[in-house]
């Protein structure tokens, strides 16, 4: 596609209760990286992919946390068991090296977890 | 582990005022930098970018230049715009390791 997809936009949830989050890349671009936004954390790092493998996973920030990537393409984020504190801004970004030119993100999803 | 210091804001401008936001790193080699943008309610979007030491990124008026001796990447823009009022992030590295951000707000 002409840039990165995520869906949804918008996901509130109840405590307890797991999530999908989805990303489309941009068709081509081997590399994918998760990451969250949230007050007072900023911006951190939570995955990165390279093709179907996930050679750094060391952002998750607990193992409730995963996610894969199939066909070198759509990645899915899963958290199990959703507490307050997961409520954020997920964002994923796609590059086609490993990052050096910088990465094209898609919009983010939303996740409030009530 | 790789880091990046940020100045904080909000930082305020009337329109055409010069612009400067720090930004200074610590990394393990000669890492990439990079500025991100993120304008209200969009998603964020790269600004500029330096490869190598004494590299100048530049766009949309925009300007930092990567100083390995002062490990610095700072931000600047000879006259702003009300159209440049956004956060503004300072990152490095293949992970894109990021500042806390800096909210700009310029007025008419």
């Known amino acids: 596609g002409a840039g990165v997809s995520q869906s949804p936009s918008n996901k509130v949830t109840e405590k307890g209760k797991d999530v999908e989050l989805r990303c489309d890349p941009i068709s081509g671009h081997t590399a994918l990286y998760w990451y969250r936004q949230s007050l007072g954390q900023g911006l951190e790092f939570l995955i990165y992919f390279q093709g179907n493998s996930a050679p750094d996973k060391s952002g998750l920030p607990s193992d409730r946390f995963s996610a894969e990537r199939t066909g070198g393409s759509v990645s899915t984020l899963t958290i199990q068991r959703t507490q307050q504190e997961d409520s954020a801004v997920y964002l994923c970004a796609s590059s086609s090296r490993q990052g050096e030119f910088g990465y094209t993100f898609g919009s983010g999803t939303r996740l409030t977890v009530v | 582990g790789n880091s990046v210091t940020q100045m904080e804001g909000p930082v305020t401008l009337s329109e055409e005022a010069f612009l400067t936001i720090n930004c200074t790193y610590t990394a393990t080699g000669y890492p990439s930098l990079f500025w991100y943008v993120q304008y209200p309610g969009e998603g964020l979007q790269l600004l500029l970018k330096a490869t190598k030491a004494d590299d100048k990124g530049s766009n949309k008026g925009f300007e930092a230049t990567y100083r390995k001796e002062t490990t610095s990447f700072h931000l600047e823009k000879g006259s702003v715009q009300v159209s440049d009022s956004a956060v503004y992030f300072c990152?490095?590295?293949?992970?894109?390791?990021f500042g806390s951000g800096t909210q700009l707000t310029v007025l008419p």
């Open positions: 990152a490095l590295g293949r992970q894109l390791t």
